[in-house]
T-cell receptor, first 111, second 116 residues
Framework: RKEVEQDPGPFNVPEGATVAFNCTYSNSASQSFFWYRQDCRKEPKLLMSVYSSGNEDGRFTAQLNRASQYISLLIRDSKLSDSATYLCVVNGEGGGNKLTFGTGTQLKVEL | DTAVSQTPKYLVTQMGNDKSIKCEQNLGHDTMYWYKQDSKKFLKIMFSYNNKELIINETVPNRFSPKSPDKAHLNLHINSLELGDSAVYFC???????????????FGPGTRLTVL
C-alpha cells in the first residue's frame, strides 16, 4: 500500500464548479498534513496546511479525519487559474520535516 | 529575489558521465533537501541536511553524493549517470528540522536531467 494515495484524475470541471479531492495516508503516526500545488513544469508550492479542526483559506477548505487517515480538499467557485496538480503531503516515518508526497490529482478547469 | 535557486535548469548528458547540480537558498533556513520527481510525477525525498549535517539519506544509489559546504548551499553530484536517473531534481529548504506542523518547505525551480 502506498504511503499516500490519491486519485490521479484528471478532474475536468467547468469554471465556477465545486470540486473535492481526497487522499488517504498509511502512517498513523503522521503529525503534519499539507496540500501543495504544482503547476505544469514548475515546482510544488504550499497551498495550505491541514488541521484537525478543518481550515479554510478563501475558496479552499481542507479537512482531516485522523481516525480514517483521510484528508480532503474542497475548491469552491473554480477558476481557470486553479488548473494544476494538487499534491497531498504528510510527514512520514522519522517525523520532522521528512515529507511523503502523494502522486497528485490533476485538475483542469474549463470555460 | 529568488528564494531557492538551482543550476542548471536543464542538463542533457550521456550515460556514464558525472554531473553536478547546485542549490542555494537565501532564506536563512537551516534545513535543505533534494527530491527526485520521476516521469510518473512521483516526488520522493533523497537527502536532507540540517546545518550542514546529513539527517536523511533515503535508499539512493551511492553514485549520488550530496555536499553542503554551508547551510545556504546543498549540491548534488551524480557519478556514472544511468538512463534511469533521468528525472526532475528539486532542491528545497525549510526553516528548521523538527516537528513544527506548519514548517513550509520552499522548492527551487527544478533541474530537468536527461540521460541519453
Amino acid at each position: 500500500r502506498k504511503e499516500v494515495e490519491q486519485d490521479p484524475g484528471p478532474f475536468n470541471v467547468p469554471e465556477g464548479a465545486t470540486v473535492a479531492f481526497n487522499c488517504t495516508y498509511s502512517n498513523s503516526a503522521s503529525q503534519s498534513f499539507f496540500w501543495y500545488r504544482q503547476d505544469c513544469r514548475k515546482e510544488p508550492k504550499l497551498l495550505m496546511s491541514v488541521y484537525s479542526s478543518g481550515n479554510e483559506d478563501g475558496r479552499f477548505t481542507a479537512q482531516l479525519n485522523r481516525a480514517s487517515q483521510y484528508i480532503s480538499l474542497l475548491i469552491r467557485d473554480s477558476k481557470l487559474s486553479d488548473s494544476a496538480t494538487y499534491l497531498c503531503v504528510v510527514n512520514g516515518e522519522g517525523g520532522g520535516n521528512k515529507l511523503t508526497f502523494g502522486t497528485g490529482t490533476q485538475l483542469k478547469v474549463e470555460l | 529575489d529568488t528564494a531557492v535557486s538551482q543550476t542548471p535548469k536543464y542538463l542533457v548528458t550521456q550515460m556514464g558521465n558525472d554531473k553536478s547540480i547546485k542549490c542555494e537558498q537565501n532564506l536563512g533556513h537551516d534545513t535543505m533537501y533534494w527530491y527526485k520527481q520521476d516521469s510518473k510525477k512521483f516526488l520522493k525525498i533523497m537527502f536532507s541536511y540540517n546545518n550542514k549535517e546529513l539527517i536523511i539519506n533515503e535508499t539512493v544509489p551511492n553514485r549520488f553524493s550530496p555536499k553542503s559546504p554551508d547551510k545556504a548551499h546543498l549540491n548534488l553530484h551524480i557519478n556514472s549517470l544511468e538512463l534511469g536517473d533521468s528525472a526532475v531534481y528539486f532542491c528545497a529548504s525549510s526553516q528548521v528540522w523538527g516537528v513544527a506542523p506548519t514548517d513550509t518547505q520552499y522548492f527551487g525551480p527544478g533541474t530537468r536531467l536527461t540521460v541519453l
